[in-house]
C-alpha cells in the first residue's frame, strides 16, 4: 500500500495508481468439535461475503458496496497498524448476513473483528508491467484483497518480464499501460475506491455496469448537450463516452440513466437500433473524441524512415493519404492498431483506439532515434472528433462546407464546416458504413456539431452512441485492439495480412511474419452468425464464450453482438486445432481456410452451459452499402412554410 507513495518520489515520477481502503475480517475462537481444516471456502455473491475455515473456527470477510479509504483519506502513518480501528457499525450488514448463511455463527462469543487495508485499483484489476516512465522498474500491486488467486500467474509473469524483457502470457487487462495521469490524482482514487471493493463481489453486466464515482473527468466539449439530449455515458480511460441515446428524454428531464443490467437482451435494445437505421439509412452523428491522436514529425524526412520501420504497413503514401496498420512486436504481434494521416512531407497524424493512449505513446517514444529527429506530441485533448455516418453523409457535408469532399476512400483534406476552420475530414468511418470521421479543433465543436444536428434534420440526422457503433464494427468483421488484436495475435491470425508489406526493406517484426506467411497460422480469427438462437429469448453471447467444432473445444469468443442488418446474433472468435490446444506437439496444426469451412465441421457457441449452431465465416457476409449517390438523388429537401406573425 506505499507503492504509490514510491512512485511519486521517482524521478521522474512513476504512476502507480492504488490506494488502501478500510477491509474487514471476523475470526471466531475454535468451535468443539473444531471444524475441519478441509472446509470448502465459501463465496455468497448476493451478500458480498465469503467464509473460510480458520484454526478450527471461521472467518468470515466482506467486500461491502460502499466502502471507505483507509486512515481517513490521509497518508500512510508510520503507526498505521494503530490508526486501523474496528467500525463494527460499517461491518454489521455483513455479518447479519453471514449469520443468515451459516446459522452457527450465532453461537459465536466475542468474535473479533479485523481492519486490515488493502491496496485497490480504479477499476479493480491487478497493476502488473514495466513502467512507462522508467525503463526496468516493474510492478505488482494492486491486488485488491485478492492476492491469492492471481500469484503464481503474477509471479511468473513478471519473471518473464525481468528476464527475457516480456511475458508469453497476454496480460492486457492488468498492464500498468492501461491508465492516464488523472487515474492517479489522490482525490480520484479516494472516490473511485469507495465503489471498487463492492464491484469485486457484483454481477458486473457486459457494458451495462459503469462507474458511479469519479466521473465527469474528461469530456469533450459536447458532454453537457449529448446529456440535454438523452445520452447515457460510460467511461473509457477517464473519457465520457455516450453508449445510447435514450429517445423518451426531454429536455429538463434529469440526466438519462442505464436500465438495470443483464446477460439477455438489453433493455434499451430498440434504441440501438434506431441509431443503427439512422448510419444506414440516413446520418448518424457520434462523439468519437475519446479515441488517442498523436502528431509526428520531423525537420526533415527522418520521420518516414521512424514509421517505415514501426509500421507493417506502407506509410510512404501522398500526403493527403490515410492508412491503416499496425505496429507490431519482433513475434508479429501487435502494439498498436492505428490509422495514419500523413498531412504533409515531414508530418504525419496518427489515430489509435481510447485504450492505447498510454502504451502507443510509450512503445513511439520507446523507439524514437536516439539523435531526436523525430517527435512525437500526445494531441488527444485538442480534437473533438465527431463521425457523420451513413449514405446522406455526403450531401448533408456538402451543404455544410464551401469546399469539395467528395473524397476518395482514405483520404482527408481540411475544409470549412459552418464557420468553423480547418477541420480535418477523412474519408472512413469505424462502423464499416460510408461516411466521414471530423477532426473539429475544440473551440469550434459545439458550433459544428449545432450546424450537422440543425441542417441534418432534413438528412434524418440522429446521435449515436458507442454501442451501436461497437455492433455495426462486429457486423462488418473488425477486429479491435484489446479484443481481437493484442500483442500475442498477429495480422495474419486476425485477417489482415493484406495490410502486411513484406516487401519492405525492414520493420520490426517482419522476419515473424515472413515466416508465418510461409509455414502458415496456428490460430485465425473467424466471423460465427449464431443460426438457432432467439434473441428476445436466450441469453446472448457477450465474449469469452468457448467455441467447439465437431464437440471439440477449439477456441473462444473475442467479441460479440448483434448484427443489425443479419438480424442475427454474431460473434467473432480465433480457431486453433485441438491438438495444440491440447498440447500435443507431434506434427504442426496449421488452421487454414479449408479447416475452417470443411463440410464436416460443425460448430457450437457455449453460452451459459447451452450450446447453439454457429455459422462460420472467413470474412464478412455481404451487406450491400446504401450508396451516397444514388441517396442523394432520392433525396428531396423539406419544404417549411413560415406564416407571417
Given at each position: 500500500?506505499?507503492a504509490?507513495d ?6 521522474p515520477?512513476?504512476?502507480v495508481p492504488a490506494i488502501?481502503?478500510?477491509h474487514?475480517?471476523?475470526?471466531t ?7 475441519d ?12 461475503i ?28 508510520e503507526?498505521?497498524k494503530?490508526?486501523v480501528?474496528?467500525?463494527?457499525k460499517?461491518?454489521?450488514p455483513?455479518?447479519e ?12 462469543h ?17 497493476i ?17 484483497g485478492n ?13 518473464e ?15 500498468v ?26 454481477i458486473?453486466?457486459?457494458?451495462q ?16 448537450v449529448l ?12 473519457y ?38 439512422a ?9 468519437m ?10 525537420s ?10 514501426l509500421?507493417s ?22 502494439e ?18 481510447t ?8 512503445w513511439?517514444q ?10 512525437i ?6 480534437y473533438?472528433v ?14 455544410l ?10 483520404t482527408?483534406k ?9 477541420v480535418?475530414?477523412?474519408?472512413f ?6 461516411g ?13 456539431y ?7 434534420r ?10 451501436t ?15 481481437e ?12 495480412g ?42 446472448w ?7 467447439y ?6 477456441g ?5 453482438g ?14 486453433r486445432?485441438p491438438g ?22 460443425r ?9 447453439f449452431?454457429?455459422?462460420p ?9 446504401v450508396?451516397?449517390?444514388?441517396a ?13 406573425n
Amino acid at each position: 500500500m506505499w507503492a504509490r507513495d514510491l512512485g511519486l518520489k521517482c524521478s521522474p515520477t512513476v504512476r502507480v495508481p492504488a490506494i488502501p481502503a478500510e477491509h474487514y475480517y471476523v475470526t471466531t475462537s475454535c468451535f468443539e468439535p473444531a471444524l475441519d481444516s478441509w472446509l470448502p471456502c465459501v463465496r455468497d455473491y448476493d451478500s458480498h461475503i465469503y467464509l473460510r475455515e480458520w484454526e478450527g473456527g471461521f472467518m468470515v470477510g466482506g467486500f461491502e458496496l460502499e466502502a471507505k479509504p483507509a486512515f481517513g483519506g490521509a497518508r500512510i502513518p508510520e503507526d498505521w497498524k494503530h490508526k486501523v480501528p474496528q467500525d463494527w457499525k460499517h461491518f454489521m450488514p455483513l455479518w447479519e448476513k453471514a449469520i443468515h448463511r451459516v446459522p452457527i455463527l450465532k453461537e459465536v462469543h466475542n468474535p473479533v473483528l479485523t481492519n486490515s487495508p488493502d491496496n485497490f485499483t480504479p477499476d479493480g484489476r491487478w497493476i502488473l508491467g514495466e513502467t512507462p516512465e522508467v525503463r526496468i522498474i516493474y510492478l505488482t500491486v494492486g491486488m485488491n484483497g485478492n492476492s491469492l488467486q492471481g500469484a503464481g500467474g503474477i509471479g511468473k509473469a513478471v519473471a518473464e518480464w525481468i528476464i527475457e524483457g516480456e511475458s508469453t502470457t497476454e496480460i492486457l487487462p492488468f498492464s500498468v499501460q492501461r491508465f492516464v495521469d488523472l487515474h492517479n490524482n489522490r482525490q480520484y482514487l479516494l472516490q473511485r475506491t469507495r465503489e471498487v471493493v463492492g464491484r469485486h463481489y457484483s454481477i458486473l453486466y457486459p457494458h451495462q455496469c459503469e462507474y458511479k464515482y469519479a466521473r465527469k473527468l474528461r469530456c469533450s466539449p459536447l458532454y453537457s448537450v449529448l446529456e440535454k439530449r438523452g445520452a447515457v455515458f460510460g467511461t473509457r480511460m477517464g473519457y465520457e463516452r455516450p453508449l445510447y441515446f435514450d429517445p423518451t428524454h426531454k429536455a429538463g428531464d434529469p440526466p438519462a440513466k442505464m436500465p438495470p443490467g443483464s446477460f439477455y437482451k438489453p433493455k434499451f435494445f430498440d434504441y440501438m437500433k434506431e441509431e443503427y437505421l439512422a448510419c444506414r439509412e440516413g446520418v448518424g452523428i457520434i462523439d468519437m473524441s475519446s479515441f488517442s491522436k498523436i502528431e509526428i514529425k520531423s525537420s526533415g524526412t527522418e520521420v518516414v524512415d521512424y514509421l517505415q520501420q514501426l509500421c507493417s504497413n506502407d506509410v510512404n503514401i501522398p500526403v493527403g493519404g490515410i492508412v491503416h496498420t499496425g505496429m507490431q512486436n519482433e513475434h508479429g504481434g501487435y502494439e498498436n492498431d492505428c490509422m495514419i494521416v500523413r498531412q504533409n512531407d515531414n508530418s504525419f497524424f496518427m489515430v489509435s483506439p481510447t485504450s492505447q493512449q498510454t502504451r502507443t505513446f510509450e512503445w513511439m517514444q520507446r523507439n524514437l532515434p536516439s539523435d531526436q529527429s523525430v517527435d512525437i506530441t500526445d494531441m488527444t485533448s485538442m480534437y473533438t472528433v465527431i463521425n457523420v455516418v451513413g449514405p446522406k453523409s455526403r450531401e448533408l457535408m456538402s451543404e455544410l462546407s464551401n469546399s469539395d469532399i467528395n473524397l476518395h476512400p482514405f483520404t482527408y483534406k481540411k475544409v470549412n464546416v459552418g464557420y468553423a476552420s480547418d477541420v480535418m475530414v477523412m474519408s472512413f468511418t469505424h462502423t464499416g458504413e460510408p461516411g466521414y470521421c471530423l477532426y473539429v479543433p475544440s473551440e469550434y465543436a459545439l458550433h459544428v456539431y449545432d450546424r450537422l444536428m440543425t441542417v441534418g434534420r432534413d438528412y434524418g440526422a440522429r446521435d449515436v452512441g458507442c454501442l451501436t457503433q461497437r455492433f455495426m464494427r462486429i457486423e462488418k468483421f473488425i477486429a479491435f485492439w484489446a479484443e481481437e488484436l493484442t500483442s500475442l495475435s498477429t495480422p495474419f491470425e486476425a485477417g489482415a495480412g493484406h495490410r502486411v508489406k513484406l516487401d519492405k526493406e525492414y520493420f520490426i517484426g517482419k522476419f515473424a511474419l515472413q515466416r508465418q506467411k510461409e509455414q502458415g497460422v496456428t490460430q485465425r480469427l473467424v466471423f460465427f452468425v449464431l443460426e438457432d438462437m432467439d434473441p428476445d429469448v436466450h441469453i446472448w453471447p457477450w465474449g469469452g464464450e468457448p467455441l467447439y467444432r465437431n464437440g471439440e473445444f477449439v477456441g473462444t469468443v473475442t467479441s460479440a453482438g448483434y448484427g443489425f442488418t443479419l438480424d442475427k446474433l454474431i460473434c467473432l472468435g480465433y480457431i486453433r486445432h485441438p491438438g495444440m490446444i491440447k498440447g500435443v506437439t507431434n506434427g504442426r496444426h496449421i488452421v487454414t481456410n479449408d479447416f475452417i469451412m470443411s463440410r464436416n465441421a460443425r460448430y457450437e457457441i457455449d453460452i451459459a452451459g447451452q450450446r447453439f449452431l454457429a455459422k462460420p465465416h472467413i470474412h464478412a457476409p455481404h451487406i450491400p452499402h446504401v450508396n451516397m449517390e444514388s441517396a442523394s438523388r432520392r433525396y428531396r429537401p423539406t419544404v417549411v412554410s413560415l406564416k407571417a406573425n
